[in-house]
């Protein structure tokens, strides 16, 4: 079946084959049989729905809409449909209830899957799959290269087993998540154990949800710094469709804590917070 495939917005994972078409790009449609309207986040449903009433005027075929903002099943992957080529999950949902976290109520409890070829494993929760099913993703990643683990691999279900394991394999980036104070010890072991596995900050990197407190958001950021990783802090979106809307204040903040030569720049040289309250 030739599937046209439309995403409201191109990221880094968007697939960018011939059948796929990015918001109103409806000129010139290559021979298809469906069209798919895919929505990750909430906050784009709307124009989502719009897409569809686009589409849908001018094929003669269907126009089906969904992605995780709408629930959809999530009990296959097929590499190269909804992502690009060499980004693969391995499993979908995750066993824990994070109150942060959308992941348990859109795709349930964890679910493993079949393993294709891939270098960017997007898994929610790699590290809560069987010894049998990781070994298998091991199997297949002796082959890959620039390898990324990118999903969030939970710091306390680091081993020294799993960083001799994946110390073996061509990585690229180690992608962990700290997103409350209260997860700080946890993540700084899991750092000192790859890093005595020989990773470095330029491997190790961390997710961190921001937006409540600044003061308290710098200081965790600073503490995933020591630690030896990379902070990457986004801003915490909720569920609902109207994205959040935060300050100038609060964005220019996010966008220093997610970019790599700023954040070595104030690390480095000992800047404050204030430094970067330029904007209010």
Known sequence: MNILRVFPHKTSITPDDNMVRIGTQTMSLPQHDEVHISCTFTWDMDYCEYLQEQYQAITDKPVLLGGPA????????????????????????????????????????????????????????????????????????????????????????????????????????LWLACDIDEDLIKFKKACAILIRAGFSRNHIRCYALIGDDMDKNEARLQEIWNSGAMPFA???????????????????????????????????????????????
């Open 234 to 280: 986004q801003l915490y979106q909720p569920p609902e469709r109207e994205k959040k809307e935060y300050s100038m204040h609060w964005k220019e903040f996010a966008r220093m804590w997610s970019r790599p030569a700023a954040i070595r720049a104030h690390m480095t040289k000992g800047t404050r917070l204030e430094d970067y309250r330029r904007i209010t």
């Open 70 to 173: 709408y629930n959809s099943p999530c009990d296959a992957h097929i590499p190269g449909l909804y992502t690009k080529q060499g980004v693969i999950f391995t499993s979908r949902g995750c066993n824990n209830n994070c109150p942060w976290c959308f992941v348990p109520e859109r795709e349930g409890k964890l679910k493993e899957l079949p393993v294709f070829p891939g270098n960017i494993i997007n898994d929610n929760n790699f590290l809560q799959c069987s010894q049998k099913h990781q070994q298998s993703v091991f199997d297949m990643l002796r082959k890959q290269k620039q390898i990324c683990f990118k999903g969030g691999l939970q710091p306390d279900l680091i081993t020294v087993e799993f960083a001799d394991t994946v110390r073996a394999l061509k990585i690229s980036e």
